[in-house]
């Protein structure tokens, strides 16, 4: 690890700002202290952190992950760690995500925050085959002080997703990404994919302000690509993406067995919804092969485009679940049942 600051706080505490990076191994007590912070035990949460501690420990261990950079500040002060901030991309596309950011209870209100950012803007100018790290803000002092080091909102607002984007903004790198109306690639996706999709597709407004972007039954639990990433890591299921021809995944499916029920989802941008056809064939198909089972598919009933392209791509439609849907605030929908 580099020793990137070493600063004297108002309260004559001493604290240092250590960096690592992949493919380094990390110190124990720096990877101990990252790994407890993630331990909720008795949560449904802990079931998903436990992927993320599991890549944490063979990140920092030494493991080589070479579609993926990996960048974690500790600041550690008279010895004690009190603080941390992490970022990642995938060099293939530059996109990344950034946060697990987190200063200790007894250690706020000392400028620790402040100092982190200010290693990892050094850090990040320096990353050439980084373009753009993205996140989900949900506090606006937090939000301010991002904004102190390049981030914006993407819709101006005080807070929600903001973007650090070296030479555009997250509006235009996003007009260019999801350009044309063609898919020319459909593979199995990779551990790197959870930045172009988790931090870009899904953080397009065409999807998050869809009023049909809700899952119900076991895809709620899925909402993001790492932690079906991780299932498949499990051997418990399949996952694909569509590729257009800059390179830009613009549409997911998967099918995974949870609780021994088999399910399926998929997202799409709206763009490219009349084309994910074959996307959801091949992950079916590829779901059959392995598992042999079919998955159910849920979708809300007004969901007409996604009900299309399931029809098209040789679902078997069953019944209507009436009021299946928890849309909050006391509001239910009716959702359709298929099974690939």
């Known amino acids: 690890m580099e ?19 992949a493919p380094e191994e990390m110190p124990t007590r720096y990877r101990d202290y990252i790994v407890s912070s993630f331990m909720l035990l008795g949560s449904k949460e802990n079931y998903f952190a436990g992927g993320w501690v599991n890549y944490i420990v063979s990140t920092t261990s030494g493991a080589e992950y070479p579609e993926i950079k990996d960048h974690w500040f500790i600041a550690e002060v008279d010895g004690v760690c009190a603080g941390r901030l992490w970022f990642a991309y995938a060099p293939k596309t530059g996109r990344g995500n950034f946060g697990n950011i987190e200063t200790e209870p007894n250690y706020r209100r ?27 803000v949900g506090k606006e002092y937090a939000a301010d002080c991002y904004r102190k080091f390049g981030f914006e909102t993407t819709d101006g607002s005080t807070k ?29 996706g990779i551990r790197s994919d959870q930045y172009d999709i988790d931090k870009f597709l899904l953080f397009q407004d065409e999807i998050r302000n869809s009023a049909f972007h809700n899952f119900c039954g076991y895809a709620t639990w899925f909402a993001e690509f790492r932690l079906i990433y991780q299932e498949v890591v499990n051997d418990r299921g399949v996952v694909f993406v569509a590729e257009n021809l800059q390179g830009t995944i613009v549409a997911y499916a998967y099918a995974l067995i949870s609780n021994g029920t088999p399910f399926f989802n998929f997202v799409c941008h709206p763009e490219y919804l009349d084309r994910a056809e074959e996307l959801i064939k091949q992950t079916a198909d590829a779901f059959h092969k392995k598992f042999c089972a079919s998955a159910h598919f849920l979708c809300e009933t007004n969901d007409t485009g996604r009900i299309s392209v399931a029809e098209h791509s040789s679902a078997v439609r069953h019944g209507i679940l009436p009021g299946f849907m928890d849309k909050g605030g006391g509001l239910y929908a009716d959702v359709q049942d298929f099974t690939f």
Request: aromatic content about 8%.
């Open 3 to 21: 020793l990137v600051a070493d600063i004297l706080l108002s309260t004559g505490e001493t604290m240092l700002i250590w960096h690592w990076c």
């Open 160 to 188: 929600g997703v903001m973007c650090y984007c070296k030479n555009s903004n997250f509006n235009t790198e996003s007009a260019m990404a999801f350009a044309g109306k063609q898919i020319t690639k459909i593979r199995p």
């Open 110 to 136: 000392r400028g620790i925050l402040t100092e982190l950012m200010k290693a990892y803007a050094k850090e990040a100018e320096k990353c050439s085959d980084m373009k753009m790290l993205c996140c989900l």
